[in-house]
């Protein structure tokens, strides 16, 4: 009869082996879809990122623009008082 019991407690022992693999597999499908959750949020944020970045830049275009423009102006109304000063 010990071979049968011996049987009995492999057959078990393959049972519990079993249900451990099963429970590591759900975890990792479980992980996996987590994963897959995370890229999807990552890659919005990302794009998100992208498009306050590019709008950030087109602002500071268009200060700088505006600045050079300024500047240009200053430059000439400089110029054109040196020019009155110069002649009384």
Known sequence: MRGFSDYLA???LL????QRI???LDRVDALAAENATLKQAQAEELSSLAEENHS?????????S?????????TDI???????????
């Open 22 to 24: 099963f429970a590591l």
């Open 15 to 18: 049972e519990q082996l079993e």
């Open 78 to 88: 400089l110029h054109r008082i040196r020019e009155r000063t110069e002649h009384e």
């Open 66 to 74: 505006i600045n050079q423009s300024a500047s240009a102006r200053l």
């Open 10 to 12: 492999g057959m078990e």
């Open 56 to 64: 950030l830049r087109l602002e500071l275009e268009q200060e700088r």
